[in-house]
């Protein structure tokens, strides 16, 4: 991007070369000046707008590139018109002038981008009593790339209304599946919360809400929704979680282990941060039979990336919960559609830390 806007400053400073030495018009020097530096002032604005976008998620380019314009584009298209410092000093200077304008328009924008990674440390230095912290932990962000493109974005955004459309009942099955078995007051854990649809029916049951997820888009919108007493950016694939052993007196898990070939490391974590007596309730994607399988799924109409698709046996899962110290309570299988998915086989359970 800088190599690009150096490239364009040294051929505007060889056009208003040629204007002095009679080549061309002043005139038509300033005019190609002018459209030069609106070039090389859309293409920063496009690049600070990129920046931004990245690194403060979807909605935050356009404001941005509205500032960085009064910093660059107005000034850079005008300047070259201005007569008397044109007359009076030469168009090389003049040049020298527009070019030191940009530069503040990029330090500008770069100051803002400091600004913006400075507020974000002051909020992960926030005590992870304060709600929504969203920063609180960063850690172990290593999803592949499929899976990141599909939780990003405007998928993000639409994201509940999606699951509305699609009548996604598994936040519903499974809270009515546990509601019986926890109490007021109580922590939950919810591993991979999203937009925390599936924790937001134990918040308005009376339990204090911790949340989990790599996504921070994902993370933003839930924070948005004022339940959760804290949440933390954190890949699920990757151990350990970034909870003290029996912190949490129960754990829910609904839109995730489908994206898991082996749910081994799961289990693990969730036995070692749930306190004895505690539930853990889940779904997985049920294969129908005693096989288990994989496969590609698609994504949504409007993101891009394929994510892996794992069911798992009801066997397997049983093996499981045995071998990581749980006792089954109940579970529920029942046909559901993920969005933009077809309909398929699903099972709810309900484990209890022994």
């Not at 800088?2 to 009679?22: D, M, N, V």
């Amino acid at each position: 991007m800088r190599l690009f806007c150096l490239t364009a400053i040294i051929l505007a400073t060889y056009s208003a070369f040629c204007a002095q030495q009679g080549h061309i018009s002043t005139w038509m020097a300033a005019v190609a000046l002018s459209l030069d530096n609106i070039l090389i002032g859309g293409t920063q604005v496009w690049g600070f707008t990129l920046m931004m976008r990245f690194c403060a998620g979807p909605n935050s380019g356009t404001s941005f590139a509205v500032l960085s314009s009064l910093f660059i584009l107005f000034p850079l298209a005008v300047a070259p018109f201005i007569g008397k410092l044109g007359d009076s000093t030469g168009l090389a200077v003049l040049y020298a002038f527009l070019a030191g304008l940009m530069a503040v328009g990029l330090m500008a924008g770069e100051a803002a981008l400091r600004m913006l990674h400075g507020r974000t440390a002051a909020t992960a230095s926030m005590t992870t009593k304060q709600p929504c912290n969203l920063f609180s932990r960063r850690r172990g962000m290593t999803p592949s790339q499929g899976i990141r493109k599909a939780f990003t974005g405007e998928h993000v955004l639409n994201y509940d209304q999606k699951s509305k459309k699609a009548n996604w009942l598994d936040p519903d099955i499974v809270f009515g599946l546990a509601y019986r078995h926890v109490e007021p007051g109580q922590t939950i854990l919810d591993l991979g919360i999203g937009t925390g649809l599936s924790s937001s029916l134990f918040h308005e049951a009376g339990l204090e809400v911790v949340g989990m997820d790599f996504s921070c888009e994902m993370l933003e919108m839930c924070r948005g929704k004022g339940f959760a007493a804290e949440l933390v950016e954190h890949d699920a694939s990757v151990a350990p979680y970034p909870f003290s052993d029996q912190s949490a007196h129960h754990a829910v898990c609904t839109g995730l282990m489908h994206l898991f070939a082996d749910l081994g490391m799961i289990f693990g974590e969730v036995a070692r941060v749930m306190r004895p007596g505690g539930v853990f309730a889940f779904v997985v994607a049920h294969p129908g039979g005693k096989r288990e399988k994989q496969w590609i799924m698609g994504g949504c109409a409007k993101h891009q990336g394929k994510v892996p698709f794992h069911v798992h046996s009801e066997a397997s899962v049983d093996a499981l919960s045995h071998e990581y110290g749980f006792e089954p309570v109940t579970s529920l299988r029942f046909l559901s559609s993920s969005i933009g998915n077809q309909e398929m086989s699903y099972r709810a359970c309900v484990l209890r830390k022994l």
